[in-house]
């Protein structure tokens, strides 16, 4: 329905229509568009999820994590000595990743990061939380749906993200 449409917020009777059209306010439509981009189906699946705490909504492309989710994934990822564990964790490959990211800062070695399923459901993964992990957007990215045999992209060392 909302295939190729974009929102564009910018314009206050754009915004108002949109937010009618997908039932939300228009605060939710703005943190949707800024969250996962101006799509109007995606912004249309986010709000579907943000509807129905504690699940997640799959698309044909991509899995919606609901906030309670997120966070259970964050607190997962190893705590970082001497730094707040709030703000900055390592996942897995020991890659620094920070809790604001999420989805966001895809630029190379940033802090940016995913929720990954460990084992994919080509394999017979779960959603789960014990199946699910966070990783640095280009660890996930090399990973993909290698099971149990892949490599990590990017770790960290004195507080900086470097190459593998």
């Not at 630029?107 to 995913?114: D, F, I, N, T």
């Not at 017979?124 to 290698?146: I, M, P, S, V």
Request: glycine share 4%.
């Amino acid at each position: 329905m909302y295939k190729d449409l974009r929102i564009d917020f910018a314009d206050k009777k754009s915004l108002a229509n949109w937010s009618a059209e997908l039932k939300c306010s228009e605060e939710d439509l703005i943190h949707a568009v800024l969250r996962i981009g101006n799509r109007a189906k995606s912004v249309n699946d986010f709000l579907i999820l943000n509807r129905k705490k504690n699940e997640s909504v799959k698309t044909s492309h991509f899995t919606y994590f609901c906030e309670d989710q997120i966070q259970k994934v964050w607190e997962r990822a190893s705590v970082i000595e001497n730094m707040d564990s709030k703000i900055y964790r390592l996942d897995n490959c020991g890659a620094m990743i920070k809790n604001g990211l999420y989805l966001k800062g895809f630029s190379a070695l940033s802090m940016g990061w995913e929720i990954d399923l460990i084992k994919p459901i080509s394999q017979g993964g779960t959603y789960e939380l014990r199946n699910l992990q966070a990783l640095q957007w280009e660890n996930k990215k090399a990973k993909a749906d290698f099971f149990p045999f892949w490599k990590c992209k990017v770790s960290e060392d004195y507080k900086e993200n470097y190459y593998l």
